[in-house]
């Protein structure tokens, strides 16, 4: 089974940075597209970076030119950057990915992970 393991969120303040790490066992990670989601309290899962095997990003228009995702295909591991953070960026973020050919979507291909917590205070 897929494991998918975030780390690096806190507790910043507005207009401040953190770097979530995501690491993912159980596919052959290079092969395939890799993202970001986050969940805001009382809001549905969204997908807000995307990554693909060749290293194509997308973004979500709420978190464009502020976060940045990049991976490491050595280390089976999938990065967000995130600067200028906002109040509104809080929420629990997650890791996801899909095989070759797939297109991620607001739904997770593989088995969610505990995610990572990250408090952005006004």
């Known amino acids: 089974q897929v494991q998918l393991v975030e780390s690096g969120g806190g507790l910043v303040q507005a207009g401040g940075s953190l770097r979530l790490s995501c690491t993912v066992s159980?596919?052959?990670?290079?092969?395939?597209?890799m993202g970001w989601y986050r969940q805001a309290p009382g809001k549905q899962r969204e997908l807000v970076a995307t990554?693909?095997?060749?290293?194509?990003?997308t973004y979500a228009d709420s978190v464009k030119g502020r976060y940045s995702i990049s991976r490491d295909n050595a280390k089976n591991a999938v990065y967000l950057q995130m600067s200028s953070l906002k109040p509104e960026d809080t929420g629990v973020y997650y890791c996801?990915?899909?095989?070759?050919?797939?297109?991620?979507?607001?739904?997770?291909?593989?088995?969610w992970g505990q995610g990572t917590q990250v408090t952005v205070s006004s």
């Open positions: 159980g596919i052959i990670f290079s092969t395939g597209a």
């Open positions: 996801n990915g899909g095989p070759p050919g797939r297109k991620l979507g607001a739904a997770g291909y593989y088995s």
């Open positions: 990554i693909t095997s060749a290293g194509s990003t």
